[in-house]
């Protein structure tokens, strides 16, 4: 559900975990041009994230990021414009409670790479789908302030989001990024538990 193999479903074990137990990922930040990002609902009213997927093993990481961008919200490579990715990885440690033991590789957390990407289409020139996976991630969807993310977000990703969305903030916005949210500090300090 939140990493490594969601409950009820079976790895194919492809995915790519490194040594360490740490399941490679893509994450996709995609925006309009009102500097507002896509925020999916997942599955079930289960909360709201950026659609993200695992790497496979031997997968370019550019070729996992259009396939994720296709199978979890129906969008093609055509559709959008590579602005940015993070600099390196960024790793969190999934609460003890969601670690998978004893079926498959060890799979403590995530370390991913994330991108943003722009559209590069009219709005109305496309659909959002979430039928490209028998299982899919999000069953709706939302446009979002830059900053919004950090709040809805489970809370142990909360720091993923604060970091990425932070360095990825000078891509985004080159003239000067949108000032923090009033709840910014207190979501952050708050934003703990397993």
């Known amino acids: 559900m939140f990493g490594c193999v969601a409950p009820g479903k079976t790895s194919d074990m492809s995915d790519w975990i490194d040594a360490e137990g740490y399941r490679a990922n893509v994450g996709i930040v995609l925006m309009r041009d009102t500097g507002e990002v896509f925020l999916g609902q997942r599955t079930g009213a289960r909360g709201w994230q950026f659609p993200q997927g695992g790497i496979r093993q031997g997968e370019p990481i550019e070729q996992a990021l259009y396939r994720e961008l296709r199978e979890e919200i129906g969008l093609e490579r055509q559709h959008v414009s590579l602005a940015g990715s993070t600099r390196d990885w960024i790793r969190y440690n999934l609460p003890k409670r ?6 498959g590789p060890l799979c403590i957390g995530q370390k991913q790479r994330w991108y943003l990407l722009r559209l590069a289409v009219p709005e109305g020139s496309f659909e959002f789908s979430f039928t490209h996976t028998g299982e899919p991630e999000f069953d709706g969807w939302r446009w979002a302030n830059y900053w919004e993310p ?16 932070t360095e990825l903030a000078q891509i985004a916005f080159p003239a ?9 500090d207190s979501e952050i300090a708050t934003g703990t538990g397993d």
């Open 98 to 103: 969601y670690v998978r033991r004893g079926r």
């Open 150 to 165: 950090v709040r809805e977000v489970i809370y142990f990703k909360r720091p993923v989001y604060v970091q990425m969305l």
């Open 176 to 184: 000067g990024t949108p000032p923090k949210p009033e709840w910014w």
